[in-house]
């Protein structure tokens, strides 16, 4: 009988059982590295624990009883002074009008110096290729500082208001959607770039004819996503004195009981608001992909 697996010819067959016990002895060893692995994490866990217990200034465990003590006191006078919610939600309007503002502001000039970035030091793209690695640097730099402390450092400079807020988060926002559009635009199609090159096409000409509309579609969603994070951002900038709402929910929690009527409303403005952009963004994300997938 012809041994179909292993052809006609007589010769020495491999040893099913040699290579499960192979296999097995391969399994054992990940389960070895993956279980020294965890116990190497807890550890770090519990020391990184037990080292910021020790240094804060009063006891994890003692304060965790007064967890849920803070917000039981704010719905509590909320729900109290809740007649006066209609009334702080539209005064507290325009300061949310504003972080809206900065957070929209902040991811065009972003997503537009992203797509620069990106173009710049995507490989194969880029009209200098030398410079792919500074600009990759640069992103990396704009990614790995927090907005927060470029907004401290823009206060100094050019005093508190939504400008410095806007620069903060624009920054950020160029090197984590220049990450994301160079890996787009690598995966683009490179036939229409080198015929626009061959009639003689600029490089401006050859991203804006032969890559922009191939990653458009994924680059939209990645703004559109980015202008989430935006909006918490700007809220949270406020707390340095940014403007927008965030400001204001500082005050308001600074002078604590007797405003936290203030503090609930400036809450649900902000979830509303979030989740209003979260549903459109999401529904725009939908049919930009929808439309990309039929085109």
């Known amino acids: 009988m012809v041994d179909i697996a292993f ?3 007589e010769g020495p067959r491999p040893d099913p059982s040699s290579r499960h016990g192979a296999y097995m002895a ?29 240094r804060n200034a ?26 006066n919610l209609p009334g702080l939600l539209w005064q507290f309007l325009p300061s949310l009008v504003e972080t809206v503002n900065i957070a929209l ?27 792919v690695w500074p600009f990759r640097r640069l992103m990396d730099i704009c990614r790995a ?31 984590a959607l220049g990450k994301l559009f160079s890996e787009a635009a690598e995966n683009a199609d490179r036939k229409p770039v080198e015929g626009l090159a061959s009639v003689g096409a600029t490089w401006g000409q050859r991203m804006w004819l032969g890559v922009i509309p191939q990653v458009a579609p994924n680059w ?46 400036i809450f649900l403005l902000l979830f509303l608001t979030i989740v209003v952009i979260d549903q459109i963004s999401g529904a725009l ?11």
């Open 105 to 131: 502001v902040a991811t065009l000039i972003g997503s537009l110096a992203g797509a620069l970035l990106a173009l710049l030091s995507t490989t194969g793209l880029a009209p200098w290729p030398r410079l």
């Open 58 to 83: 009063g006891g994890f465990w003692e304060g965790l009883p007064m967890l849920g003590a803070f917000p039981a006191e704010l719905f509590s006078e909320a729900w109290r002074d809740r007649a």
């Open 220 to 265: 939209l969603s990645y703004t559109l996503l980015r202008l989430e994070i935006s909006v918490r951002a700007s809220a949270i900038l406020g707390f340095v004195g940014e403007g927008g709402i965030g400001h204001d929910l500082k005050i308001a929690m600074q002078w604590g009981q007797g405003r936290y009527d203030e503090v609930a409303a």
């Open 145 to 175: 500082i927090p907005e927060i402390v470029i907004a401290l450092v823009l206060i100094y400079i050019l005093g508190g208001g939504p400008v410095p807020a806007v620069i903060a988060i624009a920054i950020h926002i160029a090197g």
């Open 7 to 9: 052809g006609p010819n």
């Open 26 to 54: 391969l399994v054992r060893r990940r389960r070895l590295y993956g279980a020294i692995l965890l116990v190497i994490f807890l550890a770090l866990m519990v020391s990184g624990f037990r080292l910021a217990d020790a």
């Open 285 to 295: 994300r939908q049919r930009i992909v929808k439309g990309a997938h039929h085109g």
